[in-house]
Nanobody
Framework: QIQLVESGGGSVQAGGSLRLSCTAS????????VGWFRQSPGKEREAVAY????????YYADSVKGRFTISKDNAKKTLYLQMNNLKPEDTAMYYC?????????????????WGQGTQVTVSS
């Protein structure tokens, strides 16, 4: 089993920045694709960004392109999400996710492991 633990959430004003981190531990799971989802009250959980094992193939939701950057440090087993120019509509619970293949559930992917989430609140 793989355990994912997020950190780095918080409250910022619009235009500010935050960096989320997700550290993996455990064994026995395939984490070929890792990424971030978010969910705000009354809305479905959506994929924000994810990256494949090669570290090159990435996906970004249209709403965050040019503002968010996903990266990972394999040696530290840590995934990052650098979020710049934050907007009030970015307010949500952010979840780290991992799977053996594509994890974008809206595209038929599957998430095998979830973190517990970290709250991001952006005020105007």
């Amino acid at each position: 089993q793989i355990q994912l633990v997020e950190s780095g959430g918080g409250s910022v004003q619009a235009g500010g920045s935050l960096r989320l981190s997700c550290t993996a531990s455990g064994n026995g799971g395939d984490t070929s694709c890792v990424g971030w989802f978010r969910q705000s009250p009354g809305k479905e959980r959506e994929a924000v960004a994810y990256v494949y094992r090669d570290g090159i193939s990435t996906y970004y939701a249209d709403s965050v392109k040019g503002r968010f950057t996903i990266s990972k440090d394999n040696a530290k087993k840590t995934l990052y999400l650098q979020m710049n120019n934050l907007k009030p509509e970015d307010t949500a619970m952010y979840y780290c996710a991992a799977g053996s293949a594509g994890i974008n559930m809206a595209l038929g992917g599957r998430v095998d492991f979830w973190g517990q989430g970290t709250q991001v609140t952006v005020s105007s």
